[in-house]
C-alpha cells in the first residue's frame, strides 16, 4: 500500500514539475517585447500557473495524509 | 684487493643499468620492467623504487587512454560535434528563409509577423501535452488508488480546475499567434 502512494505522490511530484516548467516559461515570455494585449493574456496564465502548482501541492498533502 | 675491484665494476654496471631504465621512463616508454637484483644495498632498493614507479606510471597512462577514448569529449569528437552544429545551425538558418518566403507568397507584407508568432508555439505544446496526462494518466490514477472515496474527490475536482485552465491557456495562446 506504501509503494502505491508513493508512487502516486511522485507522480503528482513530476505534474509539480511540469507546472513549474510552464509558470518559467511564461515568466521569459512576459520579459521579452511583447504588445500589451499578449502581455495581458500571458500574465494571466503566468498566474494561473502559479495558483497550479500550489493546488498540485495542496493534492500531495491530501495523499500524504492517508499514508 | 680483485673482489674489491670486481664489486665496483658490478655496481658501476648495475648503476649503467638503472640510468638507462630512468632515461627510459623519461621518454614514456614504461613497457619494461626496471631489472632488480636481491642484493638488499642502496642500489636495489632504488631500483625497487624505480619499479614501483614505472608501474604506478604505466597504470595511469593505461587508465588515462582508456578514459580519452571513452570520453565524450575528446578532440575528434568535439571536431565532429563542432562540425554537425555548424551543419544543423546552416540548415535551420535555411528553413527559417524559407518560411520566411513562404508566408510571404501566402500573406504579403504580414509575413514578418507571423514568423514572430512563432514564440507562442512552445506554450501551446507544453499546454497541449498538460491537458492529455491530465486527461488521460492523473484522473485515472486517482480512480484507481485506494484513496478514501472524499479525498479522491476532492483531487479529481481540483484535477478538473487544471485541466479546464490548460485547455483555457491553449486556445488564448492559438488566438495570440
Known amino acids: 500500500m506504501m509503494e ?3 508512487k502516486l505522490i511522485q507522480s503528482f511530484e513530476e505534474l509539480f514539475a511540469i507546472e513549474k516548467k510552464a509558470h518559467d516559461y511564461y ?8 504588445s500589451d494585449h499578449e502581455e495581458e493574456v500571458v500574465l494571466a496564465i503566468h498566474n494561473d500557473e502559479e495558483r497550479h502548482m500550489k493546488i ?12 | ?4 675491484a ?11 643499468s638503472l640510468v638507462v631504465s630512468i632515461n627510459r621512463i623519461a621518454r614514456g616508454n614504461l613497457e619494461k620492467r626496471v631489472i632488480q637484483s636481491k642484493d638488499g644495498d642502496e642500489l636495489s632498493k632504488l631500483a625497487s623504487s624505480l619499479e614501483t614507479l614505472r608501474k604506478s606510471l604505466f597504470k595511469k597512462n593505461k587508465a588515462g587512454k582508456k578514459e580519452a577514448a571513452s570520453s565524450p569529449l575528446n578532440e575528434d569528437k568535439v571536431l565532429e560535434l563542432e562540425k554537425m552544429n555548424k551543419l544543423m545551425i546552416g540548415r535551420e538558418l535555411k528553413m527559417i ?7 510571404e507568397l501566402k500573406h504579403g507584407k504580414s509575413a514578418e509577423i507571423l514568423i514572430d508568432d512563432s514564440r507562442f508555439s512552445d506554450g501551446i505544446k507544453l499546454e497541449e501535452s498538460v491537458v492529455e496526462s491530465l486527461e488521460n494518466d492523473y484522473e485515472k490514477l486517482i ?8 479525498h479522491k474527490e476532492l483531487i ?8 479546464s485552465d490548460s485547455k483555457r491557456h491553449e486556445q488564448a495562446l492559438k488566438d495570440l499567434s
Not at chain 1, 56 to 67: F, T
Open chain 1, 4 to 6: 502505491g502512494r508513493e
Open chain 2, 97 to 103: 528563409e524559407l518560411k520566411k518566403e513562404i508566408a
Open chain 2, 143 to 150: 480512480q484507481k488508488s485506494d484513496l478514501n472515496k472524499d
Open chain 2, 6 to 16: 670486481d664489486q665496483l665494476l658490478i655496481s658501476k654496471k648495475r648503476l649503467d
Open chain 1, 56 to 67: 498540485v501541492k495542496e493534492i500531495i498533502q491530501i495523499i500524504e495524509s492517508e499514508s
Open chain 2, 156 to 163: 479529481i475536482t481540483k484535477l478538473q480546475v487544471l485541466l
Open chain 1, 27 to 34: 515568466e521569459k515570455i512576459l520579459q521579452q517585447n511583447i
Open chain 2, 1 to 4: 684487493m680483485a673482489g674489491g
